[in-house]
């Protein structure tokens, strides 16, 4: 089944704690990124990857740091929970960086 | 900035009743508008591209650089379509990929 995949679909987790949300595409495609949707379901860009290379990074705290081990692959990496950073994450691809884009599912964090 | 307005947060409609979803937009590039879609409980999809100028699930949208509009159309609304609905920009010019969302449109089909 060719997809856009994230791990896990719910996280629920205490402030202050360090999460990882893993995304995994099969789609052969060179560009990932990802995308946060807040409670009012607007959703915006955090970053891109192109080819592993860091593309987009839009004003995101620091405590995110993305990880892209390969081109399948980008993970997302969070220091130091807020409450703030409740919301579904989105990853997902697109064959080029001009390409239409794919998502995942969606992973639900909530920071208690 | 604002790049993309969808005006209505919500839109309520009969089954078999017209409906359109209204996307405009700013950008001084050259634009590429997008409509997604997110049913519930579903990853984001993409339901049609301006460039592709194909009408999907009934679905048909106009580029009006005039207006700088994209609005989402349907003759004919059936209770399948409520779902949430949004425009997106790209701009085809630059190399980044970036798509800027609207803040969405929540479709409810009645039955």
């Known amino acids: 089944d060719t997809a856009v995949s994230q791990t896990p679909k719910y996280l629920v987790t205490q402030m202050g704690n360090d999460k990882s949300i893993k995304c995994e595409q099969n789609?052969?495609?060179?560009?990932m990124y990802w995308y946060k949707q807040d409670s009012k379901k607007f959703l915006k860009i955090m970053f891109s990857?192109?080819?592993?290379?860091?593309?987009i990074n839009e004003t995101v705290p620091n405590r995110f740091s993305p990880k892209s081990p390969d081109k399948a692959h980008l993970n997302l990496h969070i220091n130091s929970l807020e409450l703030g950073d409740s919301a579904v994450y989105f990853c997902?691809?697109?064959?080029?960086?001009?390409?239409?884009?794919?998502f995942g599912p969606g992973t639900r964090l909530t920071v208690l | 900035a604002q790049r993309v307005t969808q005006p209505e947060k919500l839109l309520s409609v009969f089954k078999g009743a017209p409906v359109e979803l209204k996307c405009n937009y700013s950008?001084?590039?050259?634009?590429?508008l997008f409509w997604y879609v997110q049913y519930s409980r579903q990853r984001l999809q993409l339901l049609l591209r301006?460039?592709s100028r194909e009408s999907i699930k009934g679905f048909t949208a106009d580029l009006n650089k005039g207006e700088t509009s994209f609005h989402l159309k349907k003759p004919f609304a059936q209770e399948e379509d409520s779902a949430m609905y949004y425009c997106?920009?790209?701009?085809?010019?630059?190399?980044?990929?970036?798509?800027?969302f609207g803040r969405g449109t929540q479709l409810t089909v009645w039955p």
């Open positions: 990857y192109n080819n592993k290379e860091l593309i």
């Open positions: 301006h460039i």
């Open positions: 997106a920009l790209s701009d085809r010019g630059s190399t980044l990929g970036r798509l800027y």
């Open positions: 789609l052969g495609h060179d560009t």
């Open positions: 950008y001084s590039g050259s634009p590429e």
């Open positions: 997902a691809s697109s064959p080029t960086l001009t390409d239409t884009q794919y």
